[in-house]
């Protein structure tokens, strides 16, 4: 929805410059260029300026925000354990770093992403993989089962923790293209 509301903007945008264009070189039969383009030249009512500058404002305020959602953010969660001793909080992004270091550094893979979601008593992991083409994706998916997972599981103290992987690969550099 979004790409089509925008194509249709883009759409309505060049076709009114490009007439605009048109007529200014007066490649427009029937339509002299140098005729106003409104009739008489007296002002309108001062209510009217007042009317379009507010809706300029309201959609200018619009578009900002529309342009400010298309920042791709991470939300970041907190967690928060109450003890006798005092209150402990730890964000997500303060977790999952460590932990994605330590697979970014196993062999094929160029990024990872992770992200921990649910309560500190119950969380779940999303991993986004960034691999080589030709890596070995059982063996990186093993090594996360095998080494990673157990760490974290032990670094959060909880006995469960459902992860998801998603392998994006990138082109190898050794691949060879068809002809």
């Known amino acids: 929805m979004n790409r ?30 140098d005729t106003p383009l409104v009739p008489g030249t007296a002002l309108p009512p001062t209510w009217v300026l007042v009317v379009v500058a507010a809706v300029a404002v309201v959609l200018a305020l619009l578009c900002l925000r529309w342009l400010f959602g298309q ?18 909080r730890v964000t ?14 196993y062999p094929g893979v160029r990024k990872v992403e992770a992200e921990l979601t649910g309560p500190h008593t119950a969380p779940n992991l999303a991993l986004v993989v960034r691999a080589h083409g030709d890596a070995d994706l059982r063996g990186i998916r093993r090594r996360i ?7 974290l599981r032990q670094a959060l103290e909880v006995r469960e923790l459902p992860a998801t992987v998603e392998f994006r690969l990138a082109s190898s550099r050794t691949a060879t293209r068809p002809r």
């Open 92 to 105: 997500t992004a303060a977790v999952t770093e460590p932990f994605s270091e330590e697979v970014a550094a």
């Open 4 to 33: 089509v509301l925008l194509g249709l903007v883009g759409l309505v945008l060049l076709l009114g410059g490009g007439g605009a264009l048109a007529v200014h070189f007066g490649v427009v039969p029937g339509v002299d260029r």
């Open 71 to 88: 920042i791709p953010r991470r939300e970041v969660a907190e967690w928060r354990w109450s003890e006798e001793a005092g209150d402990t």
């Open 145 to 151: 089962d095998d080494e990673g997972l157990p760490r």
